[in-house]
């Protein structure tokens, strides 16, 4: 989908280079400076998602991604930061419930989302669960095996973890 004004594309690259760098002003600057007309934009959104969440503004980030899954529900990280968002306002019920709506769009290819899962599961009780969706996690990326043995929303599995091929 292309942007109605040429001038978007270009606010997005520095928007995206000041979240990279932690000046989340300047690119919030930015982002307010994209055309009116752009800002229902998956990428705009997007973007100002990943400003969203760097600065923790965790109700709003919900808000803004949730918006996102229904403008475009094929970008993976509108559901991923709805259902982060959630968790960090301790929802995570509902974090849970989103990333199970994201899996039959995202699942077969996120690794993330079942990671996700993986925490809301074990922070839920629901350990057996939680091992199934981080192996699941790890089958699909391995980097997220290192990622487990210190996330404090797996603790319970710690042992678990360290044991995993």
Known sequence: MPFSSPHTARRLRHASG?????????????????????????????????LLLGIKAWLPLTELSEHLTQVAPQVEHGWIHWAYGLRELERIEEAKAVLLAAEPLHGKT????????????CLLGNLPNAKRRLRTAIERDAHWKEAALTDPDL??????????E
């Open 18 to 50: 000041y979240l990279g760098l932690g000046m989340v002003a300047q690119a919030a600057l930015e982002l307010d400076a994209v055309d009116p007309a752009d800002r229902e934009h998956p990428e705009v959104l997007g973007t100002r998602a990943e």
């Open 110 to 121: 996120c690794a993330v989302l079942h990671y996700n899962l993986a925490c809301y599961e």
């Open 155 to 164: 603790a319970r599995l710690r042992t678990y973890i360290a044991g995993l």
